[in-house]
């Protein structure tokens, strides 16, 4: 019998995660009976109930396994350290416990999994969301692709279902803060891409702020490509360029004119403000990727895993431990 491991990450969802569990549960006893389930939840060191309720969960139900965090490091990393513990056949990276992701589309994923293809991505088509905020998404997809050597298609998050091989190539990188759905993509494999609405949250608040969803645009540019300093580079050759065609026609201007010269006082000002503003993106751009390198070479743990609850050779309640980065 071929095992199906879903990856639900939650912090702070009292009010979901039940829910979560009993409608993945329903799903395979209904519509998946031929296949194991594997439901992992991993938690980010959560200060309501979520995790008394995930111990109760797993006590009564074998195929559910629990990771608590020993604090909160984030969804992708959390989610990341999740899979390494995935044992099926084929695994949905992510499946949040508010829902918003439809779960019922997983029948659908597995069948088109089992036809052949290595990844069945779901693609965030329609939104129940804010215009501003689809938005937002919308730009950020573009310039990602423009800017990558590969493509990350429109929409797709990591509501996707993949195939044990395609996990084992995604494991292999060791990033300090996996950018978990632009690792799939460039990783390869044959894909296909299912299209749904992605629904409004129906309980709890939602953790995703602006900040956070910007630290995750940037994490997706920076992560993926070396445009922003090569833009970095030419714009300051034009800039250069642009200054010096300007310096000789003030010159020129000097002695061809029948009027003085003016000061140029303003001019100086414009282009002053003008420069030290440009000098400071290109600074904090750099700074972008110096910070990225060194998270990366200090080698940290990606997470530290406080409790594990029927988990594969460990044992609940264990001594808390290190998961590095490395595969």
Known sequence: MKTISVISPCFNEEDNVAACHAAVREIFERELPGYHRQHIFVDNASSDRTVEILREIAASDPD???????????????????????????????????????????????????????????????????????GCRWAFYRIVNSLSDFEIS???????????????????????????????????????????????RKRGISKHNVFMLVDQALNGIFAFTRAPLRMCTFAGIAISILCVLFALFSVIAYFLSDTAAPRGTTT????????????????????????????????????????????????????????????
Do not use: C
Request: proline residues 5%; aromatic residues 10%; hydrophobic residues 45%.
């Open 64 to 134: 559910v396994s629990v990771i608590v965090n020993s604090r909160n490091y984030g969804v992708f990393r959390s989610t990341f350290n999740g899979l390494r513990h995935a044992t099926g056949d084929a695994i949905l990276v992510m499946l949040p416990v508010d829902l918003q992701d439809p779960p019922e589309l997983l029948p659908e994923f597995v069948q088109l999994w089992e036809s052949g293809y290595d990844i069945v991505a779901g693609a965030r088509s329609d939104r129940e969301e804010s215009l501003v905020l689809r």
């Open 154 to 200: 429109p929409d797709v998050g990591e509501f996707q279902l993949i195939d044990r091989k395609v996990l084992e190539a995604v494991l292999k990188h060791e990033d300090h803060y996996p950018y978990i759905r632009g690792i799939i993509a460039s990783v390869g494999f044959k894909k296909i891409i299912r299209p749904y609405t992605w629904k409004a």
């Open 268 to 327: 100086i000002i414009v282009a002053l403000f003008f420069l030290s503003g440009i000098q400071l993106f290109f600074i904090g751009m750099l700074g972008e990727y110096v910070t990225s390198i060194h998270s990366q070479v200090r080698r940290g743990p990606l997470v530290i895993e406080k409790e594990t609850i029927n988990v594969a050779g460990a044992e609940a309640g264990r001594a808390p431990r290190s998961v590095g980065a490395k595969a």
